[in-house]
């Protein structure tokens, strides 16, 4: 793939970028090892200081960034400004809570025969972050945020078709203070991440995004013996109950599935609605879908802008296309818009049967699979058959039943009356094939550091 910035919504080519070469990319680790030696012993409150200055920025640059994400993956401007907005917050979190959530832990000393025992959260040194560009900024800050707070230096390869939001970010964390190789983009393709996980200098990496690149990078860290964390897939279930408050479920439904242009992977993708509101459910979620108003990402009045990607729409078709020639039905959307750019409208399939890739596959674009279950086993059973367990919500007025949920619901996260979110002060993650470690909240910055027990004869 280029690195290069194409406009989603006309398919225009806008600027390329060309790759670091291997001794550029072998510069880039050298300096980034360099700056470990001293960063590592940078005050928190330093450090804090310069995440602020780089929240600042971002704050008052908002609308700049926010064009530039939208420019370079479609997402619409209104929720691009939130975006960053986020990450602002997400900085802020970091910066002010880093050094209490990487506080000592003390041990009972008389217990182990010491006079002092205690764990110590150390950082680990050059951290590479493989990112993708559904989230241009935030999946990156929120690796750079806890990272750099942690004390470790940072190497960003981001997806390549977001190069300017990549740059933007080393940029304005070196604006708020970051010294000279704290934190570095590289614009290189996936076939040179080997190079530097290979590198010695490299002590771990984090990567978000498919199951085959989560597969290629763990392969390479496993045979390095490194820590990785990956953050891949999901098709998360969106269970609604009789007892659920039909109004907010289904409008919930909505932006769940089509936020950032159906392009989240914890956007709910699989509806498994209760038999006696099955029938009400699906006619008013085809309504509100069918309704929602497609086109320029940059128009406010925009709700689904183009998927970020040909390959991307091409791949969401193709899902459509195989379950409609089995079968299925579409009750709205189901065709790509004829016209310039990447526009896949908001579609809703019903008789979906468990042989079809639609079941199996995460849809990555504004379709949403509908299912009827019989009762709150059926749904369960329906909700944990695949092979993802990122997140998962459930919509019900009924305590027992929202405890089975809480309590069966295979996933890293369970929303009940409400849809998966990322928050700063909440860990984020998944079980089976949706990954393993967690980012942001405590859990997210420990991820990155070598927990050192500490025993005092
Ligand atoms: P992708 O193709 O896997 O790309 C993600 C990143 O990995 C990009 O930087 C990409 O670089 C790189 N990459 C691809 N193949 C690689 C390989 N073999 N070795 C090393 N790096 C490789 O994923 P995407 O299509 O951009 O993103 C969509 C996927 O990400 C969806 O499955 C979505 O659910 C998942 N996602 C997960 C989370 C989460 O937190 N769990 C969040 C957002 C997205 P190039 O761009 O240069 O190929």
Redesign the pocket.
């Known amino acids: 793939?280029p690195i290069a910035t194409i406009n989603p919504a006309t398919g225009e080519t806008v600027q390329t970028f060309n790759p670091a070469t291997s001794a550029e990319i072998d510069a880039a680790i050298t300096r980034a090892h360099n700056r470990f030696a001293d960063y590592r012993r940078t005050s928190f409150a330093q450090r804090a200081a310069w995440m602020h200055a780089a929240a600042d920025l971002l704050e008052a640059e908002a609308d700049e960034v926010a064009a530039m994400m939208t420019l370079e993956m479609g997402k619409t401007l209104v929720s691009a400004k939130a975006e960053a907005l986020k990450c602002v917050k997400g900085f802020r979190y970091y910066a002010d809570q880093a050094e209490a959530l990487l506080a000592d832990e003390p041990a009972d000393a008389a217990l182990v025969g010491a006079s002092r025992a205690y764990a110590r959260y150390q950082p680990l040194g050059v951290v590479l972050a493989?990112?993708?560009?559904?989230?241009p900024l935030w999946?990156a800050v929120r690796f750079a945020s806890a990272a750099l707070m942690a004390g470790n230096v940072g190497l960003l390869?981001?997806?390549?078709?977001v190069p300017q939001c990549a740059l933007y970010l080393a940029d304005v964390l070196a604006r708020g203070g970051f010294p000279d190789g704290c934190f570095q983009t590289l614009l290189i393709?996936?076939s040179a991440?080997e190079q530097v996980l290979r590198d010695p200098r490299v002590a771990a990496a984090t990567?978000?995004?498919?199951e085959?690149?989560g597969q290629?990078?763990a392969a390479i860290a496993g045979d390095e013996i490194k820590h990785t964390v990956l953050?891949?897939?999901?098709s998360d279930p969106y269970i609604v109950m009789p007892s659920a408050d039909l109004d907010k479920a289904v409008t919930t439904a909505v932006t769940a599935r089509v936020q950032n242009n159906g392009q989240s992977?914890i956007a709910a993708k699989r509806f498994i609605i209760h038999t006696d509101i099955y029938d009400e459910f699906v006619d008013r979620f085809v309504d509100k879908m069918a309704a929602l108003r497609v086109g320029d990402p940059t128009d406010p009045d925009t709700d689904v802008g183009p998927l970020a990607t040909e390959q991307g729409r091409t791949d969401v078709e193709k899902l459509v296309d195989a379950a409609v020639a089995e079968g299925a039905v579409v009750r709205c959307g189901g065709k790509r818009l004829d016209r310039p750019g990447w526009y896949y409208p908001p579609t809703v399939i019903t008789d979906i049967t468990r042989d079809m890739a639609l079941f199996t596959e995460?849809v990555?674009g504004p379709v949403a699979s509908m299912y009827r279950a019989r009762d709150i086993e059926e749904a369960i059973d329906i909700a944990n058959a695949t092979t993802f367990g990122?997140g998962s919500n459930a919509w019900t007025g009924d305590a027992a039943e929202q405890q089975r949920f809480i309590d069966d619901i295979e996933a890293g996260q369970v929303f009940i009356n409400g849809m998966t979110t990322s928050y700063p002060e909440l860990p984020?993650g998944?079980i089976k094939r949706?990954?393993y470690g967690r980012e942001l909240s405590a859990h997210g910055i420990r991820e990155f550091c070598n927990l050192k027990t500490v025993w005092v004869g």
């Open positions: 793939m493989v990112m993708p560009w559904n989230f999946q390869k981001h997806a390549s078709n393709p996936s991440v990567l978000t995004g498919s085959p690149a290629s990078v953050e891949l897939g999901g992977c995460e990555f990122l984020f998944g949706s990954g």
